[in-house]
């Protein structure tokens, strides 16, 4: 049974006849938090923004946003917590320990990025957004064990809840899966991920 803590966008179903999916798509800002079940995630379009999803594969309690920028000021980044790094992943994370999942267990995978436009004073947003986003996540203390990130090209990063399998699409480019194996949901024992497959 899937129990999903945060809904921000309409849900899409998808699938072959007899396989019926939910795809939910996360635009700018947004976020999602749930436990295994028939959905993916989608963030299309990551130029400048980071994709972050958060998985313990343990529990199989997952989170995903797609942040925007590096910080807010004030009631902006409590309004939006998926919109901006510094709010979104101690968000997520909270409300992934609120449905069993736990830190010790919990890693990361982001994509996105790209310098696509520097907008005067605030230079580079896509450098800063991958700067903030692995800071926060060490200060946490969360391992980055896959990443998409930078360049000059916009990317779209999927994430199957049911094999807990990050993908990454490109213009052009055939799909990739960047979820190291080890991670993926079967491949991991009660005491953590399989290491040295």
Avoid at 70 to 85: I, L, M, T, W
Wanted: charged share 25%.
């Amino acid at each position: 049974m899937q129990r999903v803590l945060a809904v921000d966008s309409g849900p899409q179903r998808f699938g072959t006849a007899g396989e019926t999916r939910l795809k939910v798509s996360l635009g700018l800002g947004q976020h999602r938090i749930g436990t295994v079940g028939d959905e993916e995630w989608v963030m299309y379009g990551l130029g400048s923004c980071v994709g972050l999803i958060l998985c313990d594969p343990v529990r199989r309690v997952s989170a995903a946003a797609h942040m925007v920028l590096p910080s807010g000021r004030g009631d902006q980044a409590g309004a939006e917590p998926g919109k901006y790094v510094e709010t979104a992943v101690p968000y997520l994370l909270e409300q992934m320990e609120a449905l069993g999942a736990r830190r010790k267990d919990v890693y990361a995978q982001a994509a996105g990025g790209a310098r696509m436009l520097a907008l005067g004073s605030l230079g580079d947003i896509g450098a800063r957004n991958i700067e903030a986003t692995r800071k926060v996540l060490a200060e946490l203390g969360i391992p980055l064990v896959a990443e998409r990130l930078g360049g000059t090209h916009g990317r779209t990063l999927w994430w199957d809840l049911r094999t807990g399998r990050a993908t990454v699409r490109r213009v052009g480019h055939p799909d990739e899966v960047i979820t190291p194996r080890e991670y993926w949901y079967g491949e991991v024992h009660v005491d953590g991920p399989r290491v040295g497959r």
